[in-house]
């Protein structure tokens, strides 16, 4: 056996891997994304049937095989159990991972995602919290973290600081905010409120513990979901199962 290694992280997938094992993809801070085999994780009264499961969060210490890391033990600081009674609570839940385990890579450091990750389904699990609204916060932080926040301060075309009093546009081709004044060419552009602007410089400059803290108007949450989904979606090419399940059932 080769020297252990010790990392904190949460387990974003688990799948079943012959009679008895599973196969789960941890994000963690020391190592990035990686995927680990928990060898009898399926045997009732195995140390890791509860640990081996998506939404938990903990210390993992593991040893390297040849082609893989294998689980050797696991210290649980959280598994949000109580996440699987709430629907569709659990179904945006596990769209938050896909969307973790999508941006995720080996060998950085993701404590920023793991972190928006644990106050996030903080969040789905307070009832005074509108689950629209998690999705909201949570795809443009995300954004943010990978580097790729839309421009919200200033006019992406001609530079200039957002005014309170400016007429302004969202435009998804040139990748955030705009004046009127500067529309010219840019034929995708809808308009976006000062309220709804407020909220998104909210989400992606917020300390993590306030993220979730804040509430908004009906109108204004409609307007942000047109706009940072319709972001989310054009920044990635890859359809989420769970997204697909939510839709179905909203």
């Keep these: 056996m080769s020297d252990l290694i010790t990392v904190q992280g949460?387990?974003?997938?688990?799948?079943?891997?012959?009679?008895?094992?599973?196969?789960?993809?941890?994000?963690?801070?020391?190592?990035?994304?990686?995927?680990?085999?928990?060898?009898?994780?399926?045997?009732?009264?195995?140390?890791?049937?509860?640990?081996?499961?998506?939404?938990?969060?903990?210390?993992?210490?593991?040893?390297?095989?040849?082609?893989?890391?294998?689980?050797?033990?696991?210290?649980?600081?959280?598994?949000?159990?109580?996440?699987?009674?709430?629907?569709?609570?659990?179904?945006?839940?596990?769209?938050?991972?896909?969307?973790?385990?999508?941006?995720?890579?080996?060998?950085?450091?993701?404590?920023?995602?793991?972190?928006?990750?644990?106050?996030?389904?903080?969040?789905?699990?307070?009832?005074?919290?509108?689950?629209?609204?998690?999705?909201?916060?949570?795809?443009?932080?995300?954004?943010?973290?990978?580097?790729?926040?839309?421009?919200?301060?200033?006019c992406v075309c001609c530079s200039e600081t957002i005014q309170d009093e400016d007429e302004l546009f969202f435009s998804q081709e040139e990748h955030g905010v705009l004046h009127k004044r500067c529309l010219r060419q840019v034929l995708d552009a809808r308009r976006i409120s000062h309220g709804a602007l407020y909220a998104m410089k909210y989400i992606v400059t917020a300390p993590m513990g306030k993220l979730y803290t804040f509430a908004v108007k009906e109108e204004v949450l409609l307007e942000m979901e047109q706009h940072i989904h319709s972001y989310i979606s054009s920044n990635t090419d890859k359809r989420f199962k769970s997204l697909e399940i939510l839709e179905i059932m909203t």
């Design 10 to 154: 949460v387990v974003l997938s688990a799948m079943p891997v012959g009679d008895y094992d599973k196969r789960i993809v941890l994000l963690t801070r020391e190592r990035g994304k990686i995927s680990a085999f928990a060898k009898g994780a399926r045997r009732p009264g195995s140390q890791f049937m509860a640990a081996a499961n998506p939404f938990v969060f903990g210390t993992f210490t593991l040893y390297e095989g040849r082609s893989s890391y294998n689980l050797n033990q696991v210290n649980v600081t959280h598994h949000f159990v109580e996440l699987a009674g709430e629907q569709p609570g659990i179904y945006y839940g596990y769209y938050f991972l896909e969307i973790a385990d999508y941006f995720g890579q080996e060998g950085t450091d993701e404590k920023e995602s793991m972190n928006l990750l644990y106050v996030t389904v903080k969040a789905l699990l307070n009832p005074n919290i509108d689950d629209r609204l998690v999705r909201c916060i949570f795809e443009l932080r995300m954004m943010a973290i990978q580097g790729m926040c839309p421009s919200l301060f200033q």
